[in-house]
Structures are given as C-alpha cells and as structure tokens.
C-alpha cells in the first residue's frame, strides 16, 4: 500500500505524472497479475493490460481513499476476466503453434523471472484448484488485501457469504498442503 501520500500520487498520476502512475503501477500489479492468471490461466498479463488501459482514462474521476482505489481497479479487473471468458464461450480461440513462437527475443530475463516467481506461481496454482467461488475470495482477500465487504461488493455476494467461503477455501488448502507434506499443521 502507498500509504499517506496515495492522494498526492493519484492526483499526479491523473495529470499524467509517468513517475506517479508507475507508483500506481508497481503497488497494484503483482497482485492484480496473481488474481487474474488464477482466474484465466495464461490470459493475465493481457488482462492486467486491458485493466490499466480502462483504469488511466479514469483517474481523473476516481474518488475515495487507497483502499477504494484498489477494490475498484480489482473490480475492472474483474470485469475484463469476465468480458474474456464470455467472449471464449461463444468464440474459440486458436492456439499458436509453439514452432511459430520459437524464434521470438525475449524481452527480458524469462529464467530470472521465472526463478523469482516460484513461489508465488505454486501459491497461485494451489489456489486456483479451489472451486472457482471460493478461488476468487482468496484471492482478493488475501492477494489483493482487500477487505470482506469490499470482496463482496466486487463478488455480488453478501459479507457473510464471503467470510463462509474464504474459511472453506483455507480450510481445504490446510488440508491439501497437509496431505500433500504429510505434515499436520503445516499452514
């Protein structure tokens, strides 16, 4: 979280301020990618994308505090994760074949990256073998830092709904971490 100086950096980054939005960015992104890679495996960076560019048009009018902030860029998140999966439903994708991606730079370090992102992945990937209900609440409890009534603002449920279903989820992640390790209390 940004902390005391969210508004200042807001307002900055509504005027256009790269150094403020890339505040924005960084506080936000890691998380809104582990959210929406659990919620559409191999879709989240272009989601992440298609979030901001609805996000940043909109600074301007944003009003509320950092937490406000986050449950609204988490709920247009949302929207594009939806928006992709209705639009999969009624039309099929074709994969590329891995021989054309082949001769692709990279733009960065993937081995790095990849090393770094170990553990969050198999966090994620854990999570993400939840029923998709209780998935999405850890998430956005939990990666997201988002509080119950703001979950269920986003979610369409009631507090209690999502207090009831991040239990169950934690509940059946204990379970699945301790047959997994063989080891009672391991979460």
Known sequence: MIGPSFE????????GDE??????????QPGLLRYLDAMAPGAGEDLASETWLRVVPRLGRFTGDERAF???V???ARHRAVDRWRRRVR?????VPADAL???PAPDDPAGAAVDA????????LIATLPPDQAEVVLLRVVAGLEVAEVAAITGKRPGNVRVLAHRALRRLAER????????GAV
């Open 177 to 184: 971490i301790e047959a997994d390790t063989g080891v009672r």
């Open 74 to 76: 988490f709920t247009v």
């Open 102 to 104: 082949a001769g692709l």
């Open 8 to 15: 200042a950096v807001l307002d900055a980054a509504a005027g």
């Open 70 to 72: 986050r449950a609204w």
């Open 19 to 28: 150094a403020a939005f890339g505040v924005l960015w960084r506080d936000l």
């Open 91 to 95: 039309r099929r994708d074709d994969p």
């Open 118 to 125: 170990v553990s969050s992945r198999a966090a994620v990937a």
